[in-house]
């Protein structure tokens, strides 16, 4: 008899103007009988529970172990898109226009020499971790290590917008030789004044962007000019400077402070590109310019570049007679 049936039954016997003791003696030993089978079953149901609880709990930590372990190998970016999509799917290869990043250190070989493998094994784990950092914090995603090089891209798999996407690679980029600074005052305190210094190059273009590679093993990269002229071009930079290309220039030239260094035909190129250098102190720079955009103007105003003020005037006179006839 279930426990509703058998309170009911003993209810009715209280309510009864003749009490039956016997049979509600009977009835009360069957209702508790039936309360510590069910306290039982309920204790069952809660060491299940919990062991449920404990073996999704381990599974969790392994999922998160391993995720972990895979963003090492794999940029953020990838895992992210791989777990929205539910981990089927890889992110299909497609044309995309991105910036590519490109380092490399000066005279990393005579480094070699200098310093014994147990030492160097340490110092360049500590610098590719730092770079690693100021990557993340840019948003840009980490294509490989090469050797003592640093291929990093802005634009895929999730762009911000192509200027956009130019200006987080620049500012990753003065974030690093910062960065960079500072690790060697402090490799200088632990004894190792060893000449550390980094080229840069950065250029825009389209790349085929995707996984490459074999059945078996991939690897999410991008292919194409602009990450040859990256290359190219932090060869033809000086050390500790940030070079770029003049596809890259004309897409964050009102929000970082460039000087033009030369115009060369890079190595497999046919026709001549114009370099900048990003200047390192963009400080002083961003207090003495002006730059603002929105629908129907965009306004760029670097005071220490003007060469005729004149010119300038009777723009500015011309836009502002062109603002007032507007508002009649």
Known sequence: ????????????????DELDKDNLTA???ALIKLYHKQDRQLDRLTKLSDNTQAKLSKTNAKLEKLLRNLSRFVPDAVVD???????EQLPKNSREKITVFFSDVVGFTGITERLEPERLAPLMTEYFTEMTKICSKWEGTLDQFIGDAIVIFFGAP????????AI???????DMQQRISTLRAKWASEGMSLPFNVRMG???GYCNVGNFGSHDRLHYTAIGTAVNSAARIQSLS???NVMIAEDTYMLIRDHYKCTKTDTVVLHGHKHATTLYKVENDQDNWRANTITASSDGYRFYFDPSEVTNTDI?????RSALDELDNQTK
Not at 8 to 15: A, D
Not at 81 to 87: A, D, I
Not at 159 to 164: A, C, I, L, P, R
Not at 312 to 316: A, G, H, Q, S, W
């Open 1 to 16: 008899m279930k426990s509703d049936d058998l309170l009911k039954k003993i209810t009715q016997q209280l309510q009864s």
């Open 27 to 29: 009835d009360l030993e």
């Open 81 to 87: 898109l791989l777990m929205r999509e539910g981990g």
């Open 158 to 165: 999730a762009s911000k917008g192509v200027e956009q996407d």
């Open 168 to 174: 987080q690679a620049i500012g990753m980029a003065l």
């Open 202 to 204: 950065i250029s825009t």
């Open 238 to 240: 000086k050390p500790d």
């Open 312 to 316: 300038v005037k009777n723009l500015l």
